[in-house]
C-alpha cells in the first residue's frame, strides 16, 4: 500500500526552493535608518514619487538618482515603501486610507498615517555605487525596508468599483490632450526611467505650460488665476487616470481609475478647472468633471475592473543602526 501523499510537505518544500533559488535584492553599500527628531525639516534628495507629483517642480529638480547618495530627512515610512515598489496613484491611496472599497491593505497607523493619524517618520542615509540608477536604487531600498522594519509585502489582484476613463467620442482627444512630440527627446529620457539626464526648461506647447521634467503628473505654476492647473508632459495616459483621484482630492473621485481610453504611447496635457459649486446642484467636482471633457475629451465612468494593490503582511519599527 503507498503511503499517502502529504500535500502540506511538499508545498513548503517547493516554496523553501523557490526561495533558494530567487535571485537577492541588491543593497546599498552602507545606510543608517533613525527616527526623525523634533525640528527637522522635510528633505530628499531623490525624487520618492513614482509619476504624480503634488507640488510644482522646480525646474531645477534633475530627477535623478544622485550619483548614489541617497538622503531623505522627515519621511514617512509609506513614502519609502511607495518609492521602494514604485506604486502608482492607486496603489499609495490604498496603502495609506481604507477609502477604496474592498482595497484596503490593513496597514498600522504608524506607517500610513490617515485622516486622523500621523505616521512615523524617519531619516534614511545610505550610499550605493555611483552608476546606480533610480530603480536600481527602488530594489536597494526594498531590501533596506526587509532587513531594518522586516517588511514582507505581496502584491494582490481584486476586483473593486471603479470609474474607467474612456474618450467622449472616440479616436477623438480635446485641445489640451495631445501625442507627445517625437522631437521632444525627453521623452526619451523619462524621468522615471534610468537616465542621469539633468532637467531642463521647458517651453510653452501647443497644450500650454507644462511641468519641467518629462514623466509627470503636477501642479503648474498660475500666478494670476485661481484655478487648479495641472500638466504633464510625456505621460503614458495610465499615469493620468491613477493620478486623478490623488490631484482632484478622495471626496471628488471616490473610486480608483483605470484607463480604458485605447490610447498608447506618451502625450502631454494641460487641465484647468475651479472647485466652485455648481449654482443649480451645488456639486464642487461637476467644473472638473465639465473640464476634463472640454478640454481633454474624456469622461470617467462607473465599472468594476481588477486592480493590483500592494498587501503588508508584516512591519516591524527599525531595528537599530
Not at 133 to 152: C, G
Not at 224 to 233: A, S
Not at 237 to 258: E, F, M, N, Q, W
Amino acid at each position: 500500500m503507498r503511503p499517502p501523499i502529504l500535500l502540506p510537505t511538499l508545498l513548503l518544500a517547493a516554496v523553501s526552493a523557490f526561495a533558494q533559488t530567487a535571485p537577492a535584492l541588491p543593497t546599498f553599500d552602507v545606510a543608517s535608518v533613525r527616527p526623525t527628531k523634533s525640528g527637522v525639516p522635510q528633505h530628499t534628495n531623490v525624487p520618492l514619487d513614482t509619476g504624480n507629483v503634488y507640488s510644482v517642480l522646480d525646474p531645477n529638480d534633475a530627477r535623478t538618482a544622485a550619483g548614489g547618495f541617497f538622503v531623505a530627512t522627515n519621511q514617512p515610512l509609506w513614502q519609502y515603501i511607495v518609492f521602494a515598489y514604485k506604486l502608482s496613484g492607486t496603489q499609495e491611496m490604498a496603502l495609506r486610507f481604507n477609502y477604496f472599497d474592498g482595497l484596503s491593505s490593513k496597514v498600522p497607523g504608524w506607517v500610513s498615517g490617515g485622516f486622523d493619524v500621523s505616521a512615523d517618520h524617519f531619516d534614511i542615509e545610505a550610499r550605493a555605487p555611483t552608476n546606480t540608477s533610480i530603480d536600481q536604487m527602488r530594489l536597494m531600498m526594498q531590501a533596506l525596508l526587509a532587513e531594518r522594519f522586516h517588511l514582507v509585502v505581496h502584491h494582490e489582484s481584486r476586483e473593486a468599483p471603479v470609474f474607467a476613463l474612456v474618450l467622449v467620442h472616440p479616436g477623438v482627444t480635446g485641445p489640451n490632450l495631445q501625442p507627445h512630440p517625437t522631437a521632444d527627446l525627453c521623452g526619451a529620457a523619462n524621468a522615471l526611467s534610468d537616465s542621469q539626464s539633468p532637467a531642463r526648461t521647458v517651453s510653452p506647447s501647443a497644450v500650454g505650460d507644462l511641468p519641467p521634467v518629462c514623466g509627470v503628473v503636477a501642479h503648474v505654476p498660475a500666478s494670476t488665476d485661481p484655478r487648479e492647473h495641472y500638466g504633464g508632459h510625456g505621460v503614458p495616459l495610465s499615469l493620468l487616470a491613477t493620478s486623478l483621484p490623488t490631484l482632484t482630492g478622495l471626496a471628488a473621485i471616490p473610486r480608483p481609475v483605470v484607463d480604458q481610453t485605447g490610447l498608447v504611447g506618451l502625450y502631454d496635457f494641460t487641465l484647468h478647472w475651479t472647485w466652485s459649486p455648481d449654482p443649480e446642484t451645488g456639486d464642487t467636482a461637476a467644473f472638473f468633471h465639465k473640464a476634463l471633457k472640454e478640454q481633454l475629451g474624456l469622461e470617467l465612468k462607473p465599472t468594476r475592473a481588477p486592480v493590483d494593490i500592494l498587501v503588508i503582511d508584516h512591519i516591524e519599527r527599525p531595528t537599530e543602526n
